[in-house]
């Protein structure tokens, strides 16, 4: 327990000091969507998908609500909890791999992980659903490893809720099935419970937090919003993804590239940790494949690849009696640990270089020139705030809702974003119309010049006045009638 508890403790303040000059950086548009749901009540007051548009799964949504309860509207808050899924896991792998592969291996493989994950080619900094999933994703695979040999039957149950979290915190998540499953089934011949009670058990396990999730939407009168948000919406933004400029990282391909040979060798050799190798090949896998689902190549979609690839570069590779020739094992080290070097210097350079940068140039560096809108959000937000009361909304024209968070004033719409791409298309334009014409906002922010573009047409014979810049960032403000 005493070790446990250093091994928190240490994987914790290491998670923050690799993360610590991004502390003040600025949200950008996908958590300042989850903040701003957050803020305004998570499944409290406002309940996602029925009350306020977002299409990610609903974990994110209860983390930034327990987030900004603690420390309401501050980046520093959501920048501290982005290291915690990865400190955990830090302390997870080794608490798994200590009795299978010693304490060296388990701690290099855990720091070779923790300071991978932190690196902006996995934009590890942020709070996104991938570097939940970081976690989640972890927990039935490693949980499933340490009870291998259980025969009791909530083992199986467990691991198979804990997949259902992970769906919960992407969809993509369910991939990590097959890893789970691996431990579970390879030891059920020497086992009381046989392989069918097993995968029933774990399907019964999956069902438990999916289906209640669906329970609860159904009696909270959301459940077609569910249904469209996270599933036809996704299906309309998946099949119009493309590759972005800014996409997958060479240094990314190559860790996972090196990651599956390591594997392979271990599996080809009969290497006595060829079944967990096996499990991590399947982790690694569906992580892979989940990231390449998303169409798009963002470097945030491969955070989950980190864990499984640094753990199988860690693992002994030789035969047991392979591992008898001292001469072999030597040189098998050595040359683990030269692929082990090239492959992560990328990511330690890449979190040193942050060291002495500002956040505001850190997030022109992770995210580019439209960073702008992002870097000026706690400015132009604080100005809202303190010429807002209770009863102001305000409309946020594009695809910027961290406005919303930072002014702490209510959105004026169910849609607090521009669907990318239009893929709400009709829904949206009459939506917003409806909402905002019907109850026009107080305040209209136009962060990149858009102006009264449709639906807002209507808002433009009202008597709307320039009343904050910055930066070109333009908020509009409706004068209250006496």
């Not at 993360?19 to 409290?44: K, N, S, V």
């Not at 520093?76 to 302390?91: D, H």
């Not at 594009?398 to 893929?423: C, K, L, N, Q």
Request: glycine share 8%.
């Amino acid at each position: 327990m005493k070790r446990f508890a250093a091994l928190c403790g240490a994987a914790l303040v290491a998670a923050v000091a690799v993360r610590f000059p991004a502390l003040d950086m600025p949200l950008d548009r996908d958590q300042g969507a989850y903040a701003t749901i957050g803020h305004f009540g998570g499944f409290f007051d406002v309940l996602p998908y029925r009350d306020v548009f977002d299409h990610k799964q609903p974990l994110i949504y209860v983390v930034h609500w327990f987030i900004d309860l603690v420390a309401p509207r501050s980046v520093g808050a959501v920048r501290l909890a982005a290291a915690v899924p990865s400190a955990l896991v830090t302390v997870l792998l080794v608490h798994t791999l200590w009795p299978r592969i010693g304490p060296w291996r388990s701690l290099l493989a855990a720091v070779v992980a923790l300071l991978c994950a932190a690196s902006i080619l996995v934009e590890g900094t942020d709070l996104n659903t991938e570097h939940l999933l970081v976690l989640t994703a972890a927990l039935p695979v490693l949980l499933a490893l340490r009870f291998e040999r259980s025969t009791r039957d909530w083992v199986p149950l467990a691991v198979g809720a804990l997949v259902g979290v992970a769906a919960l915190t992407k969809a993509v998540g369910v991939l990590v099935l097959p890893a789970a499953m691996i431990p579970l089934l390879a030891g059920a011949a020497r086992r009381e419970r046989s392989a069918v009670r097993t995968v029933l058990l774990t399907t019964a396990g999956l069902a438990i937090p999916l289906g209640g999730l669906v329970l609860f939407y159904a009696a909270a009168g959301g459940l077609s919003e569910l249904w469209y948000t996270n599933v036809t919406y996704n299906r309309l933004y998946i099949e119009g993804g493309e590759e972005t400029p800014a996409g997958t990282n060479a240094e990314v391909v190559l860790l996972m590239c090196a990651g599956l040979v390591a594997g392979l060798i271990a599996v080809v050799a009969r290497s006595r940790h060829s079944l967990m190798a096996v499990t991590f090949l399947a982790w690694l896998a569906g992580a892979a494949i989940g990231a390449k689902l998303g169409a798009r190549g963002l470097p945030h979609y491969f955070a989950p690849v980190v864990v499984p690839a640094c753990a199988l570069l860690c693992l002994p590779l030789l035969s047991a009696e392979a591992a008898r020739d001292v001469r072999l094992s030597r040189v098998a080290n050595v040359i683990a640990a030269v692929v082990l070097v090239v492959v992560a210097w990328p990511f330690a350079s890449s979190v040193a270089d942050t060291f002495g940068r500002t956040g505001n140039q850190l997030s022109y560096e992770v995210y580019g020139p439209h960073a702008r809108v992002w870097t000026v959000a706690s400015t132009v937000g604080e100005r809202i705030r303190r010429r807002s009361g209770p009863e102001d909304t305000m409309f946020v024209i594009g695809a910027e809702p961290e406005y919303y968070w930072t002014s702490g004033v209510r959105p004026a719409s169910y849609f607090i974003y521009d669907p990318p791409g239009g893929f709400a298309g009709r829904r949206y334009l009459k939506r917003v119309a409806r909402d905002v014409c019907a109850r026009p906002p107080r305040w209209v922010v136009d962060p990149l010049a858009l102006k009264f573009a449709p639906p807002l047409r209507c808002l433009a014979k009202l008597p709307y006045r320039s009343a904050i810049r910055v930066s070109g960032v333009n908020v509009f403000e409706l004068p209250r009638t006496r």
